[in-house]
């Protein structure tokens, strides 16, 4: 079934550092993939999305491509800030049958002075 | 008010009490939904309202009992519940469900513990 995949954490770096946070899918039909992120105590707000293979969303310096030869969309920012710590879930919308949006656990970031 | 509000922000309840949870959006969307997050579990979409109609129930104990008067107001009903019941419960919505392409826009949820 549709499903996404996306890397434990938590994630612990220093500011400035590189970040990668993987994600994967698998979907029948072609999803739209999303990355979303949760700061404490709110809801989830929409970081970048992409809606067909190779385009790329990007946001705030966060960016992801739709890889749909490797079923990913891996999220990067260049520099971490520590106001960037939060919980980052990768999900994807398909309607295939029946309409499916369905979202990864969640990744923990975890920015340190 | 502008986005998605949520009501209560915090809910504490007995096994046999009887509660609501209010939603409202202000974006002039058609479809709304209701989530539950939990530790360490990926988010569970439990129901989906598109123009007022329920077009997904995903398999929910009837315990959790959803309503819709309008496009702008979600209700989740709550009674008997057990205490693995206790969550973070989201309320979502978008312009159209079905849409693929659509982003969802989120309330800050209401935080539920069963005692």
């Known amino acids: 079934g549709d499903s996404v995949t996306q890397m434990e954490g938590p994630v612990t770096l220093s500011e400035e550092a590189f970040l990668t946070i993987n994600c994967t899918y698998t979907a029948t039909g072609y999803p739209s993939l999303f990355w979303y992120v949760q700061y404490p105590g709110e809801g989830l707000q929409l970081l970048l999305k992409?809606?067909?293979?190779?385009d790329k969303g990007s946001n705030k310096g966060f960016e992801a491509t739709y890889r749909k030869e490797t079923t990913s969309f891996h999220l990067e920012k260049g520099s971490v800030q520590v106001s960037d710590s939060a919980v980052y879930f990768c999900?994807?919308?398909?309607?295939?049958?029946?309409?499916?949006?369905?979202f990864g656990t969640g990744t923990r970031l975890k920015v340190l002075a | 008010e502008t986005g998605v509000t949520q009501t209560p922000r915090h809910l504490v309840m007995g096994m046999t009490n009887k509660k609501s949870l209010k939603c409202e959006q202000h974006l002039g969307h058609n479809a709304m939904y209701w989530y539950k997050q939990s530790a360490k579990k990926p988010l569970e979409l439990m129901f989906v309202y598109n123009f007022k109609e329920q077009t997904e129930n995903n398999s929910v104990p009837s315990r959790f009992s959803p309503e819709c008067p309008n496009s702008s107001h979600l209700f989740l009903h709550l009674h008997t519940l057990q205490p693995e019941d206790s969550a973070l419960y989201l309320c979502a919505s978008s312009l159209e469900a079905g849409e693929e392409r659509d982003t969802q826009y989120f309330g800050p949820g209401t935080r539920l513990t069963v005692l």
């Open positions: 992409a809606t067909k293979a190779d």
């Open positions: 999900a994807l919308s398909v309607a295939s049958g029946t309409y499916k949006y369905i």
